[in-house]
């Protein structure tokens, strides 16, 4: 669940992996280290939570994490809970302030903060802290601009084909493999007078930018997306379009919520109860849904549903898993604290921190190793999604999310002009090379996030 992208828990947003040689660095006993520290003379770091979608996952996190470290470690985290915090934490950076620890919706936000001088560069402390033996090999690497580190990544994820299992069973209709499938079935759907796909950007408009993605790696195929990324393709290839064609006829059949009115005046909760109820039948969303399932599936929810998932439908029918990262966290360049700050991030990416915020909070875990009796208690469909990704990405079978290896500027026309498709007012053609003209733009700047070798 990402906390930037998405409402309640988004989120985790955002997404663990739960293989790698790395060995999760364990939590600092700070008391042991330093000695008892009077409150008084701890600096406060300041830690801005999203709000948008309730507080639940805020509290949660301040419960789990903050408030234990508060009570031992060289710093007091006040955590700010606050609607909008993207915004607001962009606007206050912009002025020279913000918060201590600076978190983004994903690596290319961070990188264009970085590029605009607000980060600190943590090469530093990767190395006093150890962060090299923590994290796995490729994480890091996301988080470099022009070879310097400066942000770290938070949430694993990917996105997969949520389904109504009850409803799927009681119509005989099958979960599809292939984008055909895909196709089909939503036509099923739709004939029988259910919405086909419970999707909706009233909250976050961002949400735009998953469904392109899948459509891009799902039909265009991830190495004609590693080929646009490192300029040895194009976005206009007609791999690409087919995906954009795709897409466009699911909204212009009124698959998305019912019509296009719908789609950008419904909310996430009210979208995933139609779901949860049967009205709708499917929804391709991130991990960071899982969090959210319990809400809306099963009898505290009001009805006798299931819910199931497959991986999002591809041209050929092979399963593929979008790498995403669905947040970060970075220390702000005017920091007053920076070294406890450095030391409260070697806590926060700890396997028993970590642990926590995905048991008890839901929340998607940071590329860390975390140890199999610390996961007791995860539900099953989860463990097998972070499986899957993390076998998808051993056998170099993974796709790229916008958010975390897309240059911010084009990252920003793939939200923004998609809708100029969807009313009309822009070919799928133009749409291509919109995203290919910005794309080029920021390429020859050398302004594109770290892309790892296939």
């Known amino acids: 669940m990402n906390p930037f992208k998405r409402p309640c828990k988004n989120c985790i947003d955002r997404r663990t992996l739960l293989k790698g040689s790395a060995a999760a660095v364990p939590a600092i006993t700070l008391a042991a280290q330093h000695g ?85 560069a943590l090469d ?8 090299k033996d923590t994290f796995f090999p490729w994480a890091l690497s996301l988080g470099l601009v022009d070879d310097k ?26 979960a599809p493999k292939t984008i055909e499938e895909l196709m089909t079935v939503a036509q099923a759907v739709d004939d029988a007078g259910i919405i086909p796909f419970a999707h909706a950007n009233q909250e976050w408009k961002g949400a735009n930018e998953w469904f392109v993605g899948e459509m891009f790696n799902q039909v265009a195929g991830p190495a004609a997306v590693y080929g646009a990324l490192t300029g040895t393709g194009k976005f206009t290839d007609p791999a690409f379009l087919d995906g954009v064609n795709y897409l466009n006829t699911m909204q212009q059949n009124g698959w998305f919520m019912g019509g296009l009115d719908r789609y950008y005046t419904t909310t996430f909760s009210d979208a995933s109860a139609a779901f949860g109820m049967g ?24 009805n006798d549903n299931d819910w199931d998932w ?9 399963a593929k898993f979008d790498l995403g990262i669905g947040s970060t966290q970075s220390i702000n360049v005017n920091s007053k604290s920076p070294d406890q700050v450095a030391e409260f991030l070697t806590y926060f990416y700890s396997a028993e921190a970590q642990s926590k915020m995905l048991l008890e909070c839901a929340l998607a875990p940071a590329p860390v190793s975390i140890p199999a009796d610390m996961l007791t208690g995860l ?7 972070l499986q899957a990704l993390n076998d998808a990405s051993a056998a170099n079978n993974y796709g790229y999310t916008t958010w975390t290896f897309f240059p ?28 290919q003209d910005q794309f080029d733009q920021e390429f020859a700047a050398g302004e594109i996030p770290p892309i790892p070798t296939r």
């Open 408 to 435: 911010p500027k084009t990252e920003q026309v793939i939200i923004d002009n998609i809708e100029k498709v969807w009313a009309g007012d822009m070919t799928s053609e133009e749409y291509l090379q919109s995203i």
């Open 149 to 174: 580190l400066f942000s770290i990544p938070n949430e694993v994820e990917t996105l997969v084909l949520y389904y109504n299992k009850t409803l799927f069973e009681k119509n005989g209709w099958t």
């Open 379 to 385: 539900d099953s469909r989860y463990a097998a999604i």
């Open 124 to 131: 530093e402390y990767a190395t006093s802290q150890g962060w």
């Open 279 to 302: 009205d709708a039948a499917m929804k391709i969303e991130g991990t960071w849904w899982i969090s959210d399932a319990p809400l809306f599936f099963g009898a505290d929810a009001g």
């Open 36 to 120: 008892i520290t009077l409150a008084q003379d701890k600096p406060e770091i300041q830690f801005w939570f999203d709000t948008t979608g309730g507080p639940e996952t805020a509290d949660c996190m301040i419960a789990n994490v903050i408030d234990p470290y508060n009570e031992t470690g060289t710093a007091t985290i006040k955590a700010t809970k606050q609607p909008n915090n993207w915004d607001a934490t962009r606007t206050a950076l912009a002025g020279g302030a913000g918060p201590d620890l600076v978190g983004t919706p994903g690596p290319s936000f961070a990188y264009e903060l970085a590029a605009a001088g607000s980060l600190l």
């Open 310 to 318: 497959v991986p999002v439908p591809s041209a050929d029918g092979t």
